[in-house]
C-alpha cells in the first residue's frame, strides 16, 4: 500500500493544499445556495455544481495545466444535462437521417 503521505503530497502539488481548496470550494458552494437559481435547481444539477466548485478550487490553487480537472468539470457539466443532451443527440440524429434521406431521393 502507498504511503499515505506519499499520495498527499502528490496531491499537494496538482491539487494544492486541501485547506486552501475548502475555503475556496466552500466560498463557491455558499454564494451558489445565495441565488434564487438554486433552489429551483434539481439535486443532479445542484450535485454537479458543488462537484464543480471543488475542480474549480484545485484550478485556481493547484496547477491549472492538469487537464484531469478541467475534463471533469466538463463531465460534471454533461452529466447534470445529460437527459437535455441525449435528447438534443437524438434530434441531431433525426435531421441527419432525414436530410440523409432527401439527399438519396435526389439521386
Not at 458552494?29 to 437559481?37: G, L, N, V
Not at 496547477?63 to 466538463?74: G, K, L, R, V
Amino acid at each position: 500500500m502507498k504511503n499515505i503521505t506519499k499520495i498527499l503530497e502528490e496531491r499537494e502539488r496538482t491539487h494544492g493544499r486541501f485547506t486552501d481548496n475548502a475555503h475556496t470550494a466552500q466560498h463557491l458552494k455558499t454564494t451558489f445556495r445565495s441565488k434564487e437559481a438554486w433552489h429551483r435547481m434539481d439535486y443532479k444539477k445542484r450535485e454537479a455544481l458543488d462537484c464543480i466548485a471543488m475542480k474549480l478550487a484545485r484550478i485556481i490553487n493547484g496547477d491549472e495545466n492538469i487537464s484531469d480537472h478541467w475534463y471533469d468539470i466538463a463531465g460534471y457539466a454533461t452529466l447534470a444535462v445529460q437527459p437535455e443532451l441525449i435528447r438534443t443527440l437524438d434530434l441531431t440524429k433525426e435531421v441527419q437521417d432525414a436530410l440523409e434521406e432527401l439527399e438519396a431521393r435526389d439521386d
